[in-house]
Nanobody
């Protein structure tokens, strides 16, 4: 069992930055790939970024590549999403998720076993 709690969302102007954190509880965090997804009002939940259990080989959606950085600290059971040069289209509820064991890294939401409750990010123009 993994429980995930996101924090760090808020309201920011276009061009600004936010750093999201996702604190995990449970003994298997360090053995699972982690991901960030987002959902805008009226839209499907979309993949944003993922990282391996070791914390290397990050992978990003094309829309955030070069602006967002995913990282993790297994000693603190925490995964981060640094978001720079934010745009209004980045607005949405951001979720972190823990992949099923055995995945090296994945962008498929169906591969994730555990989800946080989400944190809202609003980018004004």
């Amino acid at each position: 069992q993994v429980q995930l709690v996101e924090s760090g969302g808020g309201l920011v102007q276009a061009g600004g930055s936010l750093r999201l954190s996702c604190e995990a509880s449970g003994p298997t965090f360090s053995s699972r790939a982690m991901g960030w997804f987002r959902q805008a009002p009226g839209k499907d939940r979309d993949f944003v970024a993922t990282i391996t259990a070791r914390g290397d080989n990050p992978h990003y959606a094309e829309s955030v590549k070069g602006r967002f950085t995913i990282s993790r600290d297994n000693a603190k059971n925490t995964v981060y999403l640094q978001m720079d040069n934010l745009k209004p289209e980045d607005t949405g509820n951001y979720y972190c998720a823990a992949a099923a064991r055995g995945y090296w890294r994945t962008s498929a939401s169906s591969a994730y076993d555990y989800w946080g409750q989400g944190t809202q990010v609003t980018v004004s123009s």
